[in-house]
């Protein structure tokens, strides 16, 4: 049934053109009357600062103060559809949705409540202008937020940075040896932090599943006592329960925003990658650190293909996120990688002997 009548006021509606549309307007008012109020969107996009995207807005409820781009849903599209349509009217970009962050309710003067629908998502084009019924657009710090228009959108924020912000950890990746296990996972972790490994990596394929969760755990308390950063390989659920420092995920592995979202914050994602492209997407993604390789030919990553140094050089100049070097690297070429900006690099046969000396050489060549 089209409205006829404000339903706030009383007044009768005439029709007005709002938002590319012609739509019932109250004079008394000054608000459109939508024939379906309910749900609304909310579309929060990070910059790479980690800033939040928010707009000023130029009409009732809440004129003139901030809120994430968003509107109602037409009766003619899918929700992702509306946060991606207002996304566009409201700031001149064009975006793509990656998941839905949640639900809440905003209560409005003239329809009660309001079911919002957040969505996390990314910009891919355009320019930033604000439009429509946004006088302004602007991203702004987590921790400098301005006044915001709708206590739903505050909440929708807080969960969305949970997923997507990740920790600075630039300082928390120590230059120098980086020590991937094999063999007696355990003694080889114990002798690499006894020769002061930076980072230790366990990485085991064939142990079942409550072996790997015992050795890892037992590597977790001889990196707590060295003070080394321990990451578990592949398997999410055994880094969370030895409380690693994070997880290094594959190609074929889960998607980073979905391990993000199972992750207890703090923890860091490392990333395997071979290619610039997919150095620069899991950059975007949202990765801590890259895993880079094979810089070298290498019979434990013959599927690789091989990387080298001019490529290796221009990933450190393009990619912001530190990088680990793998693959082939042994005392007597690290130089060369080394040459190429990289400042941690990985091993695993280099230090299957005389493994303590060799990390403690390793970490003389990269000093903190």
């Not at 049934?1 to 009768?12: A, I, T």
């Not at 008012?29 to 379906?36: D, I, K, L, P, T």
């Not at 849903?73 to 566009?88: G, I, S, V």
Request: with cysteine; aromatic share 6%.
């Amino acid at each position: 049934m089209v409205k006829v009548f404000c339903p706030r006021c009383g007044r009768k509606l005439e029709k007005q053109r709002l938002e590319n549309r012609e739509r019932s307007f109250c004079i008394a008012c000054q608000a459109a009357v939508y024939e379906n109020p309910v749900p609304a969107t909310a579309m929060v996009i990070f910059n790479p600062e980690q800033e939040v995207l928010l707009v000023l807005r130029g009409q009732e409820p809440s004129k003139g103060k901030w809120c994430l781009p968003g509107g109602f849903m037409e009766t003619d599209e899918t929700p992702e559809q509306c946060a991606l349509r207002e996304l566009k009217e409201e700031t001149g970009l064009s975006g793509r949705v990656e998941r839905l962050i949640g639900m809440d309710v905003s209560p409005n003067p003239l329809y009660r409540a309001v079911l919002v629908m957040g969505f996390l998502a990314v910009a891919i084009s355009g320019e930033l202008k604000a439009g429509d019924d946004s006088v302004a657009a602007a991203y702004f710090s987590l921790q400098k937020l301005p006044e915001l228009a709708f206590e739903s959108h505050a909440r929708i924020i807080v969960k969305a940075a949970a997923v997507a912000v990740r920790p600075a950890v630039d300082l928390r990746l120590p230059w120098g040896a980086y020590v991937i296990t094999s063999g007696d996972h355990l003694r080889l972790a114990r002798k690499a932090c006894q020769g002061g490994a930076r980072i230790i990596q366990y990485r085991d394929k064939e142990a079942h599943s409550a072996r790997r969760l015992d050795i890892a755990r037992q590597i977790r308390s001889v990196t707590r006592e060295h003070g080394t950063l321990f990451v578990v390989n592949d398997q999410i659920d055994i880094a969370m329960l030895s409380e690693a420092d994070g997880v290094h995920l594959g190609q074929e592995d889960i998607a980073i925003a979905d391990a993000r979202s199972l992750l207890p914050p703090g923890m860091i994602i490392g990333v395997s990658c071979s290619s610039l492209e997919q150095a620069r997407e899991a950059e975007r993604q949202g990765a801590d650190y890259l895993g880079i390789g094979a810089v070298f030919a290498t019979p434990t990553k013959a599927e690789y293909s091989v990387v080298g140094i001019e490529l290796l050089c221009q990933m450190v100049a393009e990619i912001a996120i530190p990088l680990v070097a793998i693959g082939g690297i042994n005392l007597v070429n690290m130089a060369e990688v080394k040459s190429a900006g990289v400042r941690n690099v990985a091993m695993v046969r280099e230090f299957q002997n005389d493994t303590a000396a060799k990390v403690a050489a390793v970490n003389r060549f990269f000093p903190l």
